[in-house]
């Protein structure tokens, strides 16, 4: 990966330093391609969890529950998506070196798996990155108010001003091609650790742990703290889910199983949840759900505006590994358009409705909750389906070939390169979450207060899909399933 | 700039002769051995164990 990029069309990866690059494409590598053991595998987990999103995600928490409710949430919710989404993505895209959404395709079908690669990778990295990029503008307002003494509006047009510039810059960075993204990024991680260690400190010199233990959730104190802790396991799981689109592709570039597996419980797991539960405790101690309003309080004028500036720069950085998964999903895995189409336009395509959505800064800031809660009624089924096909019904075992196959001649072509099963499964698995948690309201029903939401999408997905194919799909001698 | 032709052809080109590799009968020694069971055991169990401390502890 530190190779540089062919200097006759600096766009393009698939040819490096004059060689052509399989890590860059959708095919398949072999073990002495891969790039990644153990350790470096968990350095770019950790730079990828040690985000903006994190706080965002603390102080979402903080807004249902107290210290150690938020503490408990967040282990627990996160630590159950994580082990699923170590698994489905990653050890089919570790065991052959495929891309993850080629590897879909063994369930869903060719056509079926560009369309889960578009909806899932293409859509959330463009809310993702508007969510961003507001914070961006949130935040730049307010250092910007501190040092000129003006009046902006946080939530006004000029934070939405300021969240597309944000918007321009990653879209410069990223139509520069991958050496550019992995250099910024790098440099910013080690100053995003050093202010998560620093609000830790600030906000433990300033109170003790039995008065953080007292504070009240952001929301107030609820009548019904119960159903509270639920919903911020809840809001854990579906921050957990929301890792499923990008584990994948980095499990492919590693050397082991046991070293695509476990950096995810050092990095997605263990780096998000310390970030988070400082998230949690910087918003409890202030009362202040917006992170970008959290570090002049707790630091002062001079430090609070620098760690703004870097929080801001952060969340570009966040934007663009964000936007360079899906651009290198969409090139690899999204056919010979997307293979043909040059870096820039792929850049537009992913950052255009990101673009679009920073003017409507308080649907999308201020819904952080449901925003997460979209994402997890798709990604929770979505990874039960994934899990369930290869681990139970393939019994860990593709023909690699039969992914590259043209539909009419492929095992997986199912109808017309859908699998029809597969969306049934990931359509009940989401009626199951919808049922229980209004993803537009956020209102939980029925069960939800004992089961969660996205735990019963999960098994009523894997469910479906399993007894749905074993009925329909295998007896035909379609998919290429085992005999039992 | 190079001909996007080519590129296919040298796409192509490559997937075959990797194909070819995965579907020989050493094609097993191209593959990334298969997550030992106990890891999945050891990771459940410990999540689980965990769960339930912390649900006890924050009730």
């Not at chain 1, 369930?107 to 969510?131: P, Q």
């Not at chain 1, 590994?321 to 999903?329: C, E, L, N, R, T």
């Amino acid at each position: 990966m530190s190779d540089s990029p062919d200097p006759e069309s600096p766009g393009d990866t698939t040819v490096v330093n004059g060689r052509f690059d399989p890590t860059t494409t959708d095919l398949p590598l072999i073990p002495t391609e891969r790039i990644w053991n153990f350790w470096q595998h968990s350095a770019v987990n950790i730079g990828l969890a040690v985000a903006t999103w994190a706080f965002l995600q603390g102080a979402a928490v903080a807004y249902y529950v107290g210290v150690k409710q938020a503490i408990a949430s967040i282990i627990i919710g996160y630590g159950i998506a994580v082990l699923l989404v170590a698994l489905a993505p990653c050890m089919i895209s570790v065991k052959y070196g495929i891309e993850q959404f080629v590897g879909l395709r063994s369930t869903f079908g060719e056509r079926g798996a560009r369309v889960v690669m578009v909806s899932v990778s293409t859509l959330l990295a463009a809310a993702w990155s508007a969510v961003l990029a507001i914070m961006f503008g949130h935040g730049l307002s307010t250092a910007v108010n501190q040092i000129f003494g003006l009046h902006l509006s946080e939530t006004g047009a000029a934070a939405s001003i300021l969240g597309l510039m944000a918007i321009l810059v990653s879209w410069l960075v990223l139509a520069r091609g991958p050496i550019s993204v992995e250099a910024v990024c790098r440099a910013i991680s080690p100053f995003l650790v050093i202010i998560v260690v620093g609000i830790l400190v600030l906000v433990f010199t300033k109170h003790s742990w039995s008065e953080l233990t007292a504070l009240v959730p952001i929301g107030g104190v609820s009548d019904d703290p119960h159903l509270n802790f639920i919903l911020a396991i809840e809001l854990n799981l579906a921050g957990g889910f929301a890792w499923w689109p990008n584990l994948g592709n980095l499990a492919r570039l590693t050397t082991t199983s046991r070293a695509a597996f476990w950096p995810n419980w050092i990095g997605v797991f263990g780096a998000s949840v310390v970030a988070a539960i400082v998230g949690v405790l910087a918003a409890l101690s202030l009362q202040v759900e917006d992170p970008t309003q959290w570090m002049i309080p707790l630091a002062g004028a001079v430090l609070g505006v620098i760690a703004l500036s870097i929080i801001c720069l952060a969340n570009i950085t966040a934007i663009l590994s964000q936007g360079y998964a899906s651009m290198v999903a969409l090139k690899g895995g999204g056919g010979a358009f997307f293979r043909r189409t040059p870096w820039p336009l792929l850049g537009a395509v992913i950052l255009g409705p990101a673009a679009v959505l920073v003017f409507f800064p308080s649907a999308v800031y201020d819904n952080y909750a449901r925003f997460v809660s979209w994402g997890a009624i798709v990604l929770a089924p979505l990874c039960a389906v994934q899990l369930t096909d290869f681990f139970i019904l393939r019994r860990r075992r593709l023909r690699v070939s039969e992914l590259y196959q043209p539909i009419a001649r492929s095992q997986f072509g199912y109808w017309n390169g859908f699998n029809p099963v597969a969306f049934g499964a990931i359509a009940a698995g989401a009626l199951t979450y919808a049922l229980l948690l209004d993803p537009v309201t956020y209102e939980p029903h029925g069960l939800f207060r004992y089961t969660t939401a996205s735990l019963p999408a999960f098994l009523v997905a894997g469910a479906v899909h399993y007894v749905a194919t074993r009925l329909l799909i295998a007896p035909r001698g379609i998919g290429d399933y085992p005999a039992r | 700039m190079r001909d996007p032709e080519v590129d296919d052809e040298l796409f192509e080109e490559r997937l075959r002769d990797r194909l070819q590799l995965l579907d020989s009968p050493s094609g097993a020694d191209y593959l990334v051995a298969d997550l030992p069971t106990i890891d999945i055991v050891i990771a459940s169990a410990t999540l689980f164990a965990v769960t339930a401390g912390l649900l006890w502890w924050a009730y």
